[in-house]
């Protein structure tokens, strides 16, 4: 069975900085390319981050580039999200999601999501 | 960047359809994903590649893509069906766009 379970998330100051994981199981992990979403409370589904199965290939969106890492470690079948320079705006459920194998795919199975909450 | 854009809400009585749009420019020419997340939830695929359909979900989602818009539709909807959905698509420059999401009310 496929699971995704994220974890680090919490409550962080303003300009500060947290380490989002997310735990893979139930497949092989070095195949698939990773993704972070995030939805901030009571809004919709916004794309944060991607990258490819050998972390060849990096993606971001514009609202977090340059503040925010996505990387992984095959070998502990793990992702991870590097925050950092928080902002309030950046307070949402951030959900790890995988990609199918097929290009411009979709995501086929996502974790429960962790809070982050980003307030003085 | 990509914009997609969807109906804040759709409502529909039970037994009746519901369609869902997702509207962009020359969508047609893209791949479109479509999402159900119920309150509390992560989200769910429930249709990919414009129309197919991954196994669990009900023959009754079913969608369609041509010109500037993408439809997602739920044949003989049942309360259960009441959820946010939401459409996704590939840009061009290998970035990732959601739809601002579409609540679906069953009467």
């Known amino acids: 069975e496929v699971q995704l379970v994220e974890s680090g998330g919490g409550l962080v100051k303003p300009g500060g900085s947290l380490r989002l994981s997310c735990a893979a199981s139930?497949?092989?992990?070095?195949?698939?390319?990773m993704n972070w979403v995030r939805q901030a409370p009571g809004k919709g589904l916004e794309w944060v981050s991607s990258?490819?199965?050998?972390?060849?290939?990096?993606y971001y969106a514009d609202s977090v580039k340059g503040r925010f890492t996505i990387s992984r470690d095959n070998a502990k079948n793990s992702l991870y999200l590097q925050m950092n320079s928080l902002r309030a705006e950046d307070t949402a459920v951030y959900y790890c999601?995988?990609?199918?194998?097929?290009?411009?795919?979709?995501?086929?199975?996502w974790g429960q999501g962790t809070l982050v909450t980003v307030s003085s | 960047s990509y914009v997609l854009t969807q109906p804040p809400s759709v409502s529909v009585a039970p037994g009746k359809t519901a369609r869902i749009t997702c509207g962009g420019n020359?969508?047609?020419?893209?791949?479109v994903h479509w999402y159900q997340q119920k309150p509390g939830q992560a989200p769910v695929l429930v249709i990919y590649?414009?129309?197919d359909r991954p196994s669990g979900i009900p023959e009754r989602f079913s969608g369609s893509n041509s010109g500037n818009t993408a439809t997602l539709t739920i044949s003989r909807v049942e309360a259960g069906d009441e959820a946010d959905y939401y459409c996704?698509?590939?840009?061009?420059?290998?970035?990732?766009?959601f739809g601002g999401g579409t609540k679906l009310t069953v009467l």
């Open positions: 999601a995988r990609e199918t194998l097929s290009g411009r795919a979709p995501f086929d199975y």
């Open positions: 139930g497949f092989t992990f070095s195949s698939y390319s």
């Open positions: 990258i490819s199965s050998s972390s060849s290939y990096i």
């Open positions: 020359n969508i047609g020419s893209k791949s």
């Open positions: 590649y414009d129309s």
């Open positions: 996704q698509v590939w840009d061009s420059s290998s970035v990732v766009v």
